[in-house]
T-cell receptor
Framework: QKEVEQNSGPLSVPEGAIASLNCTYS??????FFWYRQYSGKSPELIMF????GDKEDGRFTAQLNKASQYVSLLIRDSQPSDSATYLC????????????FGAGTQVVVTP | SAVISQKPSRDICQRGTSLTIQCQVD?????MFWYRQQPGQSLTLIAT?????????ESGFVIDKFPISRPNLTFSTLTVSNMSPEDSSIYLC??????????FGEGSWLTVV
């Protein structure tokens, strides 16, 4: 069974520190990897996606992908209280672009 | 980026009734999907809405319970039929835009009483 796994948290991070979120996936056919942020009572919003091994940076966010080890991570630098949310990892397969399989999400709490 | 509008945004429904959710996109998109997010859970794909043909359902979801229409490249509907309290969820429309980026609508929050 294809699975996407995340630690549910909560992950408590001091303001200004780096938050590190991890996600593992079971299907080696997974092609692209997405990170969404979901505030309570809101729909998911796309942070970034990655499909090549290595790092991809976008502002305070860095996604890291290691296909050999089947994990993808998200780093949030200079964490702010507004980053407090649930972060969802999602993957899509080569033959089903657009169809996302989600992990359970990691709750992040940034403390002032 | 695609702008997605969903209606209704929230509703409280009586058990045994049906509700149709609309998803309108401001541009033509090739792919549209419907997801469900049950309380405290992550998102689960219900089906792919195919333009001009029957939707493709994921395991555990059936057309009789979740009929879907997609008459054109900018609009789709999801009906939740014969609702029970277990259907209380957020229902989200998702699209793939011309840049192959995946976006979600704001969601429709349904409570079945």
């Amino acid at each position: 069974q294809k699975e996407v796994e995340q630690n549910s948290g909560p992950l408590s991070v001091p303001e200004g520190a780096i938050a590190s979120l991890n996600c593992t996936y079971s299907d080696r056919g997974s092609q692209s990897f997405f990170w969404y942020r979901q505030y309570s009572g809101k729909s998911p919003e796309l942070i970034m996606f990655i499909y090549s091994n290595g790092d991809k940076e976008d502002g305070r966010f860095t996604a890291q992908l290691n296909k050999a080890s089947q994990y993808v991570s998200l780093l949030i630098r200079d964490s702010q209280p507004s980053d407090s949310a649930t972060y969802l990892c999602a993957v899509t397969l080569v033959d089903s672009w657009g169809k996302l399989q989600f992990g359970a999400g990691t709750q992040v709490v940034v403390t002032p | 980026s695609a702008v997605i509008s969903q209606k209704p945004s929230r509703d409280i429904c009586q058990r045994g009734t049906s509700l149709t959710i609309q998803c309108q996109v401001d541009s033509q998109v090739t792919m549209m999907f419907w997801y469900r997010q049950q309380p405290g859970q992550s998102l689960t794909l219900i089906a792919t809405a195919n333009q001009g043909s029957e939707a493709t359902y994921e395991s555990g979801f059936v057309i009789d319970k979740f009929p879907i229409s997609r008459p054109n490249l900018t609009f789709s509907t999801l009906t939740v039929s014969n609702m029970s309290p277990e259907d209380s969820s957020i229902y989200l429309c998702s699209v793939v835009d011309s840049g192959n980026t995946i976006y979600f609508g704001e969601g429709s929050w349904l409570t079945v009483v």
